[in-house]
């Protein structure tokens, strides 16, 4: 497991993939700290790596990461930490379009070709 505090590389991310899944990699971005936590079998564990290094449960949100896929596909709004009732999160997408739109500058800003 990783957080990405500066700048991750389209291959290493590749590399990571294909070490687990084989196509995919899982990632939680922290949307306020501009942060990114890759590089695990389950969104849960990066959670707790975030959790663990300051970053607060509110901000922390599950996605999919596929290197071999550009344009919108790249990114997947998927994971099980994304169910918040209480923030108004029904499903494991994303619901808000403001957060979904703060996670996809997050990864532009953090993961590079």
């Known amino acids: 497991m990783k ?3 500066e700048t991750l ?3 290493e991310l590749k590399q990571m ?3 687990t899944f084989g196509n995919m990699i899982k990632a939680v971005v ?3 700290r501009e942060l990114i936590a890759v590089d695990a079998e389950l969104h849960s564990d990066l959670e707790a790596l975030l959790l663990e290094n300051g970053s607060k449960q509110k901000s922390l949100w599950g996605i999919n990461l596929y290197p071999e896929i550009q344009g919108e ?3 997947e709004f998927d994971s099980m930490i994304n169910m918040r009732p209480s923030q108004g999160n029904r499903s494991r997408g994303i619901d808000n379009v403001e957060i979904l739109k703060k996670i996809v500058e997050v990864v532009v800003k953090r993961v590079k070709k």
């Open 3 to 5: 957080i990405v505090a």
């Open 73 to 75: 596909d790249f990114i």
């Open 30 to 32: 922290d949307i306020d």
């Open 17 to 19: 993939a294909a070490a």
């Open 9 to 11: 590389m389209l291959d």
